[in-house]
């Protein structure tokens, strides 16, 4: 895994100055590429690339990059990896194409299939996972590519300057004509998921590539034009309309063939590997794959956890023994969780609240001790029906349907009992074990009897501060949710296909991929490859939804290689207890972020409405650990940038 950075600037600039530009941004990504860098600015044009690399296939300096093509055409400086290179490689041989290659890296491939076949053609090819910036020296145009889903990350910024282009914020603010001012929009955003939107920004004028979108750009001053070479919405939409043909027993053997060709794929490197491994569905799935084609035991890692109804490191242990792996476990105690809280703000280049990214954090360091490769199971839950919203969010939507209006409005009163009360009746009813934080979820209840939209209905599961302007201080005028692609399908399906377009690249991909390149480690994910997205969506949702059992086909898959009886067991999250550690080891450092006299003086927050709201949680009235959880992962961030970034 690499990181890259760059620019087209519109006026001429000094080469030195441009060098030292680009010296600097791209030093910015070292954590991204520990092993070697390069430059390349074009004096004529004001192109300027940077790449940092992280060595996985062709350890020799003939994959260093920027790039050029043999014709000297192209220049690329690109992060990732294209799984099925050899094969194109071999594909443009028998083309009678006559290419001298400098080496076996895939950049290289990758570079001589765009000459070959042109950019759509070969992207259409590529496997794997991918952003780069393409520089056509002949059309003099700048391109801008993401991989279909989003999962390596690509921003770009247009200005007087031009443009500029990097795999991370840091890296744009060492571009001097470029000045940072805060999106409140995207403020107001990141209040109610708990992730700023790869639809948006944390800072103003900054994009993000689209997954599976090119961007290109003819002259450094203009806006730029989109083509999209895959689209989610196409695929899922192909699938309802064509759907699988073949028996349950057919299925099964499909999915499990396309599974066991992804990993495989995702386990060629020229450095040592492994895979995360929780004892869950999808990574105890993608390691069974890995054992299978493996010629030693693969290296698994795992974090458990000292707090009750956190760990799962027994499960993932007794998968390993299982399938004869060399398997890592690091109990983390409180205190190594806490001792990453601080380093957050520096490895997130956007405020970022989901809690889960501290044990995958620690995950990734512990693996990157051991390997320099590592395959997940993420993206099993958005095509599988993995989420308990996938399979109650349903029901209560009908049942929300039949009822008349005057009867939703009085589901509302499930609001009138306190959070903290509902948890309490809960355990007295010996309930809590079966649902975790009931009085939030009842809350949401209360407010979803009356939503009238799938979309809105799902935006609002999604939410923290529901209303991100009762706490901001002069609050943007927000849409009450942010609007949706429509999407025509049964109900469950439609909350399948809004994590795979919001959820996954918003939340879980950007938790990995910055929790890995913290340490320098490459985190491959076999099931969100094409193929498998384009099969799963073909199956039907009884296939992936049996009665009470979710993912049932997946399961089904996982049963050839490891018995149910070590994977059957109610779905935890990869989570901590923020609300615990609030009220205790982590008290102190909250409410230093929380004074309320630095929050009057930002200005951003409404001091008084957070004042409230911890005061109530340190009380014990209500479990606020999501919106308190927020705000404090925005505040260390803007600690940590505001001297950078105007307010």
């Given at each position: 895994?690499?990181g ?11 080469e030195?100055n441009a ?17 070697s ?14 790449h ?16 050029w ?22 594909e ?10 400098r080496?076996?890296?895939d ?87 708990g ?53 349950e ?46 010629s ?54 956007e ?48 049942l ?63 939410s ?21 692609v429509?999407?025509d ?18 939340d ?60 059957e ?58 919106r308190?959880?927020a ?5 260390s ?11």
């Amino acid at each position: 895994m690499c990181g890259i950075t760059g620019f087209w600037c519109a006026d001429s600039v000094a080469e030195d100055n441009a060098h030292q530009w680009l010296d600097r941004m791209t030093a910015k990504l070292v954590h991204r590429g520990p092993d070697s860098s390069g430059t390349f600015f074009d004096r004529d044009t004001g192109v300027g690339f940077g790449h940092r690399r992280l060595s996985i296939l062709d350890l020799s300096d003939r994959g260093r990059q920027p790039m050029w093509s043999h014709s000297g055409r192209y220049c690329i400086s690109y992060n990732g990896e294209v799984y099925n290179a050899p094969e194109i490689r071999t594909e443009l041989a028998g083309q009678g194409l006559r290419i001298e290659w400098r080496g076996h890296s895939d950049t290289e491939v990758v570079l001589e299939a765009i000459e070959a076949l042109g950019l759509r053609r070969a992207l259409e090819k590529f496997r794997g996972m991918f952003a780069f910036a393409l520089w056509d020296s002949r059309a003099r145009s700048l391109s801008l590519v993401r991989d279909r889903l989003g999962i390596k990350p690509l921003l770009f910024v247009k200005g007087s300057f031009g443009i500029a282009f990097a795999s991370e914020l840091q890296a744009l603010y060492e571009l001097p004509a470029f000045q940072p001012r805060l999106n409140r929009d995207s403020v107001g955003s990141f209040l109610r998921y708990g992730v700023v939107p790869d639809s948006e920004c944390i800072v103003v004028g900054v994009q993000k590539v689209k997954p599976g979108t090119i961007v290109q750009f003819d002259e450094p001053r203009t806006e730029g034009t989109q083509q999209h070479f895959w689209s989610a919405e196409q695929i899922a939409s192909a699938g309802l309309r064509r759907p699988f043909e073949g028996t349950e027993k057919e299925a099964i053997e499909e999915l499990e063939r396309v599974i066991q060709r992804s990993v495989a794929l995702r386990m060629r490197s020229d450095v040592p590997f492994g895979a995360f491994l929780s004892g869950g569905i999808d990574s105890s799935t993608v390691v069974a794959m890995m054992q299978q084609v493996a010629s030693k035991p693969v290296k698994t890692f795992c974090i458990g956890n000292t707090v009750s109804g956190y760990d799962e490191s027994s499960h993932a242990r007794a998968v390993a023994e299982h399938l004869h792996c060399e398997h890592h476990t690091l109990i983390a105690d409180p205190s190594d969780m806490l001792a990453v809280v601080p380093e957050i703000a520096h490895h997130w280049d956007e405020p970022f609240a989901d809690s889960s990214q501290i044990p995958t954090f620690l995950v990734s360091r512990l693996t990157r001790a051991h390997v320099t490769v590592s395959l997940s199971g993420d993206g099993g839950d958005e095509l599988f029906a993995g989420y308990n919203r996938h399979a109650w969010a349903p029901r209560l939507w009908d049942l929300a349907n039949l009822l008349p209006s005057s009867v939703r409005r009085a589901l509302r009163a499930l609001e009138l009992i306190r959070v903290d009360d509902w948890d309490r009746a809960f355990r007295a009813l010996r309930l809590g074990d079966a649902v975790r934080l009931p009085g939030d979820k009842l809350h949401k209840i209360a407010t979803l009897a009356e939503l009238g939209t799938p979309s809105e209905f799902y935006e609002r599961l999604r939410s923290h501060w529901v209303d991100p302007t009762e706490v901001m201080a002069g609050a943007p005028d927000l849409q009450a949710f942010r609007q949706t692609v429509r999407f025509d399908a049964p109900f469950a399906e439609q909350m399948m296909f809004y994590d795979l377009i919001q959820y996954l690249p918003d939340d879980i991909l950007t938790k990995v991929d910055r929790a890995s390149m913290a340490v320098s480690l490459e985190a491959r994910v076999p099931l969100l490859d094409h193929e498998v997205v384009e099969l799963a969506w073909r199956l039907p949702l009884s296939w992936k939804i049996r009665g009470r059992t979710q993912k049932w086909i997946l399961r089904e898959v996982l049963t050839r290689h490891v018995p149910a009886t070590l994977f059957e067991r109610p779905k935890t999250g990869f989570g901590v207890p923020v609300g615990q550690w609030l009220r205790g080891p982590l008290r102190d450092w909250a409410a230093d972020l929380l004074e309320e006299s630095s929050l009057a003086s930002d200005g951003i927050f409404d001091s008084g409405v957070v004042a409230s709201t911890w005061k109530a949680h340190q009380a014990g009235r209500g479990n606020h650990e999501h919106r308190l959880w927020a705000i404090l992962m925005f505040q260390s961030w803007w600690r940590a940038n505001r001297r950078i970034i105007a307010a």
